[in-house]
């Protein structure tokens, strides 16, 4: 069972537009998402973060927004740069591990 | 650079073989955590440590084990190996060991079964 899922495994956006990437979860207890920037054979990047207690945390070009009532979670990259171009992973947990439940991820290409 | 340290970058064993993965936390984490990526999958969670004492189990094989030593460094063993272990590890690290600590990765062990 899939508790994280990131249903689009693409995106292609142009240089300079937004990039929106979306997450939706099944397990209600999730309390933390995060997301993460991953290139082939390195380790994921941390991006940002928010709290079950948030609607909306900012840093820099990055936002992340959370429904908690459509179990549904989405990163905004503004402005996107061709060095944006990755995979992003969603990423939650619960409670009192910090173990991190990922979704598939999406590979996000920026064009010049 | 994250901080977490993992060696080996690379190897290659054969079947049936005993291989251990090393991983040094970022400075001041108590936390460690082993992850799997294999071609097919996505990153599935192995194990967690917190301040040398398991803190959660993941899908994590019998054949496979872990600790994290006094000085929080952690090693995982990965024994009777198949070709399908054939994977990317990656060690990660926290400062504390519940959900809304940011979670940190190594750039991985590359195991490579012939």
Redesign the interface.
Known sequence: DQQVKQNSPSLSVQEGRISILNCDYTNSM???F?W?KKYP??????LI?I?SIKDKNEDGRFTVFLNKSAKHLSLHIVPSQPGDSAVY?C?A?????????????TTLQVKP | D?G?TQTPKHLITATGQRVTLRCSPRSGDL?V?WYQQSLDQ??Q?LI?YYNGEE??K?NILERFSAQQFPDLHSELNLSSLELGDSA?Y?C?S?L?????????????S?LTVV
């Open positions: 999730f309390d933390y995060l993460y054979a390195e380790g994921p990047t941390f973060s709290s992973f990423a947990s619960e409670g009192n591990t910090g173990k991190l439940i990922f979704g598939q991820g | 994250s977490v936390s955590y996505g990153l969670f967690q803190r959660a993941g990317l990656f990660a926290s504390g060991g519940n959900s809304g600590n940011t979670i940190y990765f190594g750039e991985g590359w």
